[in-house]
């Protein structure tokens, strides 16, 4: 008895430290409260883009990719939000922005995604990932992305608002200010 009560316990520890684990390695690294970390690249179009030349509106960075379908199953309730929000004027900021971060290998299948799924906002970045297990872009690893949907809501000074916020959530928050 004595014997199986230890395996037990065995397993339940090797299982508490795998979520554990887990749970720290796909948390990113910015969190509500804190500064966006740095977001610069370059937009599809070629031009560059710096987030914080959005600074004073409330932008909501989006990580995903062309290849993950709970991304584009998303993406429909990414479009009404910015619908909705696009061109209202609010109280403590300028306007609702959306900049979307691909973390993707392929960047024609990118554009055929957007076109797609009808992303019609300006702000497309290709974050190349030599590796999507590892999501090793150069954007990816400065906000520490390990997985795809990512959401964050930044403020008007830069700080984040919401990280990963369902859209009820979102468009409550967007809504309220």
């Known amino acids: 008895?004595?014997?199986?009560?230890?395996?037990?316990?065995?397993?339940?520890?090797?299982?508490?430290?795998?979520?554990?684990?887990?749970?720290?390695?796909?948390?990113?690294?910015?969190?509500?409260?804190?500064?966006?970390?740095?977001?610069?690249?370059?937009?599809?179009?070629?031009?560059?883009?710096?987030?914080?030349?959005?600074?004073?509106?409330?932008?909501?960075?989006?990580?995903?990719?062309?290849?993950?379908?709970?991304?584009?199953?998303?993406?429909?309730?990414?479009?009404?939000?910015?619908?909705?929000?696009?061109?209202?004027?609010?109280?403590?900021?300028?306007?609702?922005?959306?900049?979307?971060?691909?973390v993707d290998k392929n960047e024609a299948a990118l554009k055929n995604a957007i076109l797609k799924d009808g992303l019609d906002w300006p702000y497309h970045i290709f974050d190349q990932a030599t590796n999507l297990r590892f999501f090793n872009g150069p954007i990816s690893n400065v906000w520490g992305i390990n997985e795809v949907p990512q959401k964050f809501l930044v403020g008007p000074s830069g700080e984040i608002l919401l990280s990963n916020p369902s859209f009820s959530e979102l468009r409550s928050y967007l809504n309220q200010h």
């Open 1 to 102: 008895m004595k014997k199986q009560s230890k395996g037990t316990l065995i397993s339940i520890a090797f299982v508490a430290l795998f979520i554990l684990g887990r749970f720290y390695y796909f948390k990113p690294a910015a969190d509500n409260g804190e500064q966006a970390p740095e977001l610069k690249g370059q937009l599809l179009d070629g031009s560059p883009f710096d987030l914080i030349e959005l600074e004073g509106n409330y932008v909501l960075v989006d990580f995903w990719g062309s290849w993950c379908a709970p991304c584009r199953r998303e993406n429909p309730n990414l479009v009404f939000v910015y619908n909705e929000f696009k061109d209202k004027e609010f109280k403590e900021a300028g306007r609702f922005h959306v900049v979307s971060v691909a």
